[in-house]
């Protein structure tokens, strides 16, 4: 006999409750017929033949209703099999999951013994470099004074002088810190721009109220690590394969989906793929607000992401109602006070700027764009409350924000306004580092306008030497105070203050020969 299937075996039983359930009611009508006869008929003669026939169908009838219990029993016991098998299999999927994940983290170990090797090994050869230079250093002196004009050049090949050149976030790098946490990437400014958060509180805020969850973190940190490795090649597969199992398992209306996609379209921004990354982001963004709700933090979060993106194509005008959408719902979710209000408000003021910019470069006279200018002024005056009032003038996003608004002062030609912030930004650092400002303490921006007053009556008659370890300053807020060197600096020149261009410029070379030095160190 063939062995039938769960399927066939429950078919059958079906089957069978039919058969029981016509022959239960074709016996309960005979009964009921010999019932009625042996009601209707006192005493007929073959009342005990009939008795007898009514208890054999009763008997019947009995192994009936226990048959139909019976196969009753077998139907639920097929159903409850059917429910284990489903279970079964999905226990299955999941530890094929964990047996790849497994074998990724098996290959990521290798590689980083392999790297640690090599690691080990250049160490060494460092070591007796190092060793090679000492003996050198014995021998031969360098003239303090050619390094000195050989910092200059190099200081020269560096990307743009001018404070408002390059105003839009560039957040690579902050980007992959921020979603380390949260599988998002958020808008951090590039230090030309002078972004008012710092990667830390990035990376704590970007995902806005949204973890990512438990089964995405392994997956997640090996595609961070090898993007910033370079090797897009392993990173977009991992995505593209999690995304595949969680649609199927989560379908594709899921936050753990919008994750999956968020962390694909960081990789793509990373290969220049714009086009890609905005198309997973704006998916991304109807799934959060189907799920999350149009006004959810996380929701926030992903239009900034966008703005930022828009804005890396040039296409500032579509960015900026993302940007200030994002806005309303953090002011709408934190209060209008919030830090991350001001973050938000710094991140659309440089929008603005750079429209503002690309404006200028189309012909648009600037007196059109007088009240673009002071849409920026109005955002960075309002971020810069938040901040002093919410984390105190000493907070480093102050110092940046004020640079920020600088620029947009220099923009117009409201020089003696961006002036006044720069000093501001530089007495402050000043006083953390050698205390309250008095005739003997002066802070550096002082002393380079004296050496300007000066410089007819006797040459060099503020030597460097009274304000040569102020550059160790710049460790307190650095590369901030070394930026605000700079830009005051050019300030100056555009002024003819030369002599005080060239004190600013020069401690702002030194500051930076320091903290490369202490980093090289480290």
């Given amino acids: 006999m063939t062995a039938l299937t769960q399927e066939e075996v429950a078919t059958h039983t079906r089957t069978v409750v039919q058969g029981l359930e016509a022959l239960r009611n074709e016996h309960n009508s005979i009964l009921s017929g010999i019932s009625s006869t042996l009601s209707s008929a006192h005493h007929p003669p073959d009342s005990n033949v009939i008795a007898e026939k009514a208890g ?12 139909l219990s019976e196969a009753q029993i077998m139907l639920a016991l097929a159903s409850h099999l059917q429910t284990v098998e489903a279970e079964k ?28 090797q090599a690691s080990e090994q250049h160490v060494a050869q460092l070591e007796e470099d190092k060793k090679h230079l000492e003996f050198m250093s014995t021998i031969k002196k360098y003239d303090a004074d050619v390094q000195d004009s050989e910092s200059s050049m190099e200081e020269k090949k560096d990307k743009s002088d001018d404070p408002v050149v390059d105003l839009f976030p560039d957040d690579d790098a902050d980007d992959r810190a921020g979603l380390k946490r949260s599988g998002d990437f958020g808008s951090q400014a590039s230090l030309a721009a002078m972004s008012p958060t710092p990667p830390s509180q990035f990376a704590q805020q970007v995902n806005a109220g949204y973890e990512i969850p438990a089964r995405l973190r392994t997956l997640h940190n090996l595609v961070i690590q090898y993007a910033s490795q370079g090797r897009y090649e392993v990173a977009v597969p991992l995505c593209k394969q999690a995304l595949e199992d ?3 398992t989560s379908g594709h209306d899921h936050p753990d989906v919008a994750t999956m ?5 960081l990789v793509y921004r990373d290969q220049n793929k714009y086009k890609e990354a905005a198309n997973l982001l704006n998916d991304a963004l109807a799934i959060r607000e189907k799920t999350l709700g149009e006004n959810h933090p996380a929701v926030a979060a992903t239009l900034n992401n966008l703005a930022v993106l828009y804005g890396k194509r040039g296409k500032y005008k579509e960015a900026e109602p993302l940007c200030k959408r994002a806005l309303e719902i953090r002011e709408k979710v ?14 659309l003021a440089l929008l603005c700027q750079n429209q503002i910019s690309q404006e200028e470069r189309r012909g648009v006279p600037k007196e059109e764009l007088l009240g673009k200018y002071e849409e920026v002024e109005r955002y960075y005056q309002r971020a810069l409350e938040i901040y002093e009032t919410k984390l105190g003038p000493d907070d480093p996003n102050v110092a940046k924000t004020k640079n920020n608004l600088a620029s947009a002062y220099l923009k117009q030609g409201k020089y003696k306004e961006a002036e006044i912030l720069y000093k501001q930004v530089l007495t402050r650092a000043h006083e953390r580092e050698f205390g309250a400002i008095d005739g003997d303490n002066k802070p550096i921006w002082q002393v380079a306008e004296e050496r300007e007053e000066n410089k007819n009556k006797v040459k060099d008659s503020a030597p460097y030497g009274e304000y040569g370890g102020w550059h160790k300053a710049a460790k307190v807020d650095s590369p901030t105070v070394t930026t605000t ?20 410029e020069d401690c702002a070379i030194r500051s930076r020969k320091e903290v490369s030095q202490t980093n090289s160190h480290k």
């Fill in 56 to 67: 054999i169908l009763q008997r019947s009838l009995d192994q009936i209703e226990l048959g």
């Fill in 261 to 265: 996609l968020n962390i694909l379209a």
């Fill in 89 to 116: 299999q999905k226990l299955r999927a999941q530890v094929r999951r964990l047996c790849q994940e497994n074998a990724w983290l098996r290959d990521e170990l290798a590689s980083t013994q392999q790297k640690l």
């Fill in 485 to 504: 060197l700079k830009n005051l600096g050019a300030l100056y020149r555009r002024q003819g203050k030369y002599e005080a261009a060239e004190t600013l």
């Fill in 246 to 248: 969680l649609e199927k």
């Fill in 334 to 347: 934190l209060g209008r006070d919030h830090p991350d209000v001001a973050k938000q408000l710094n991140n």
